[in-house]
């Protein structure tokens, strides 16, 4: 399912302005995968108003509503979508810590069921109070894992194996922003499970440069990265349009 153009375009400038992606400086940020990556991406406060952004003029309280709302309708409608390629989705499972407050948003959005991961505490033991996954659920249940951001496919894999210990059956992955660094082949070739994004690196970098927000000098450092990373035979597929 394909996001509107104008929405798109509205999408990745929010995200840019309200602070959710950005560049850094040499050498990089780390990621979880342990690559340096010249660029971040973290929706973690994108639920909250960040009212100083008001206050300097650089994001109103009203565009920020606007953004949460654009990020939430238009993933749970990705969501229905992506459930309709497969047998039905019982539940939405939220991977910790990341996806689970806006996918609690997207799924109430959607009409999904929704399940979380829980956070590990070492100094807890596993209790019938407390489960790896959070929520009410039957063996053999099907479910649609979330995440916010897909790199590598690691912590989605991570996901997919507490969903199956779990007794539930995975049945396809969503996430609001894939960096198109090999996770959708992993989900798609190694699980077999359908894997759609709100957005791709590749379609906000593009919407970034036509609103000036970005130069060709961050399109040429995104290139340089992703030759590096091809180079270490990893397949990505962005695509710069400096």
Same mark, same amino acid.
């Given at each position: 399912m394909h996001i509107p153009e104008e929405d798109h375009e509205r999408l990745a400038v929010g995200l840019w302005d309200r602070g959710i992606i950005g560049f850094v400086d040499e050498p990089g940020v780390t990621l979880n995968s342990g690559r340096l990556s010249p660029y971040y991406y973290n929706? !973690?406060?994108? &639920?909250?108003?960040n009212y100083r952004l008001d206050a300097e003029g650089v994001m109103s309280t009203v565009d920020q509503e606007k953004l949460r709302d654009l990020v939430i309708g238009r993933s749970a409608a990705k969501v &229905?979508? @992506?459930? /309709?390629? =497969? +047998? #039905?989705?019982d539940h939405m499972l939220g991977k910790a810590q990341a996806e689970t407050g806006i996918g609690a948003a997207i799924?109430? !959005?959607?009409? &999904?069921s929704f399940l979380w991961e829980r956070v590990t505490e070492p100094d807890k033991e596993t209790s019938t109070i407390h489960q790896p996954i959070e929520?009410? *659920?039957? +063996? #053999?249940e099907t479910v @649609? &894992?979330?995440e916010n951001c897909v790199t590598t496919g690691g912590e989605v894999t991570k996901g997919i194996k507490l969903? =199956?210990?779990a007794g539930l059956q995975p =049945?396809? =992955?969503?996430? /609001? *922003?894939?960096r198109q660094e090999g996770g959708r082949g992993k989900i798609e070739d190694e699980y077999g499970l359908p894997f759609d994004s709100l957005t791709t690196l590749s379609s906000v970098t593009k919407y970034l440069l036509d609103n000036r927000r970005i130069g060709n000098s961050h399109v040429? !450092? @995104?290139a340089r990265y992703h030759e590096q990373l091809q180079a270490q035979g990893i397949e990505t597929d962005f695509v710069a349009e400096a």
């Amino acid at each position: 399912m394909h996001i509107p153009e104008e929405d798109h375009e509205r999408l990745a400038v929010g995200l840019w302005d309200r602070g959710i992606i950005g560049f850094v400086d040499e050498p990089g940020v780390t990621l979880n995968s342990g690559r340096l990556s010249p660029y971040y991406y973290n929706d !973690r406060h994108i &639920l909250s108003i960040n009212y100083r952004l008001d206050a300097e003029g650089v994001m109103s309280t009203v565009d920020q509503e606007k953004l949460r709302d654009l990020v939430i309708g238009r993933s749970a409608a990705k969501v &229905l979508s @992506l459930s /309709q390629t =497969v +047998p #039905g989705s019982d539940h939405m499972l939220g991977k910790a810590q990341a996806e689970t407050g806006i996918g609690a948003a997207i799924a109430m !959005r959607s009409g &999904l069921s929704f399940l979380w991961e829980r956070v590990t505490e070492p100094d807890k033991e596993t209790s019938t109070i407390h489960q790896p996954i959070e929520g009410d *659920f039957e +063996p #053999g249940e099907t479910v @649609l &894992l979330a995440e916010n951001c897909v790199t590598t496919g690691g912590e989605v894999t991570k996901g997919i194996k507490l969903a =199956v210990k779990a007794g539930l059956q995975p =049945v396809a =992955v969503f996430a /609001q *922003f894939d960096r198109q660094e090999g996770g959708r082949g992993k989900i798609e070739d190694e699980y077999g499970l359908p894997f759609d994004s709100l957005t791709t690196l590749s379609s906000v970098t593009k919407y970034l440069l036509d609103n000036r927000r970005i130069g060709n000098s961050h399109v040429e !450092r @995104l290139a340089r990265y992703h030759e590096q990373l091809q180079a270490q035979g990893i397949e990505t597929d962005f695509v710069a349009e400096a």
